[in-house]
């Protein structure tokens, strides 16, 4: 079964509404290059909170076949927490995708899978796509346990999922040691564990679900070594850190058959 290929680039705590502008501008431009074919590729911005509504305003203005999400959300609907943003919230700023559970996120604010379960579950909700973000820690890679820990992660983050919700979900397999490192896992790394997550998804919500979720590869993806990763059976897209903020690089990771 063919799945669209998905390239999501997270802009972390980068870029005021000013330079969204410019950045998005620019990748537009490099997307509506018409050298060159972007139409298999699904592209996502993911910008800091404060960026979206300058985001929306664009996209929506210029009818730009770019979608956006958001880094975090709050697993609560609405209410007395202070500094958080609603699931609903960003839907009504158009956003389709929602990152959780990523690693800056389970480290720096001591997410549990619970609580990525729990954000998951309200972006659903409000009818956007989370982005599930594991992975494995480089001590974990040392000793050879990655698939373990980060299936471990999967099943904690997804519990009390339906096949139906899971085949509608992206996955982003991040190995920590990857991240912001500059050292990108090898395309059989990826696989390894790309397929494996694949693999726990058909074992727990059966063959439909398996071949619809997508998988994504992230850690330190550039232009230069997305095309062997993307060569791999079971990884369906990249999520990009560093290398989305500049259109070039991030277009030519876009631009990766
Ligand atoms: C990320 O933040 O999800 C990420 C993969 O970062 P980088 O591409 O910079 O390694």
């Known amino acids: ?6 390239m999501a680039g997270n802009w972390k705590m980068n870029l005021n509404h000013q330079e969204a502008v410019v ?7 490099t997307l509506n290059d018409k050298k060159h074919d972007y139409a298999k590729a699904e592209v996502v911005v993911v910008p800091p909170f404060t960026d979206i509504r300058t985001v929306q305003t664009l996209v929506d203005g210029d009818q730009l076949s770019i979608a956006y999400g958001a880094q975090d959300v709050s697993a609560h609907e609405s209410g007395a ?24 996120r389970r480290e720096y604010h001591q997410e549990s899978d619970a609580l990525v379960n729990a954000k998951a579950k309200a972006a659903l909700g409000a009818g956007m796509t989370p982005i599930v973000c594991v992975g494995e820690p480089l001590p974990v ?37 990857a991240i912001g490192t500059g050292e990108v896992a090898t395309p059989d790394d990826a696989q390894e564990v790309c397929a494996a997550i694949r693999g726990r998804v058909r074992e727990v919500h059966g063959d ?33 850190g560093g290398a989305s903020l500049q259109a070039d690089e991030f277009g030519g990771i876009c631009r990766f058959y």
């Open 23 to 29: 950045l998005v501008q620019k990748l537009a431009w």
């Open 141 to 177: 890679r040392q000793e050879g346990q990655q698939v373990t820990y980060t299936l471990a992660q999967l099943d904690g983050s997804l519990a009390g999922f339906s096949a139906e919700q899971v085949g509608g979900l992206v996955v982003a397999y991040e190995p920590v040691w």
């Open 1 to 6: 079964m063919s799945r669209t290929p998905l």
């Open 208 to 240: 439909a679900a398996a071949d619809a979720v997508r998988v994504l590869y992230g850690g330190s993806v550039k232009a230069a070594n997305v095309g062997g990763i993307m060569a791999k059976a079971d990884v369906d897209g990249c999520l990009v």
């Open 81 to 104: 927490y202070t500094g958080e943003v609603s699931a609903g919230m960003l839907a009504k700023l158009g956003c389709s995708y929602v990152v959780v559970g990523h690693s800056e």
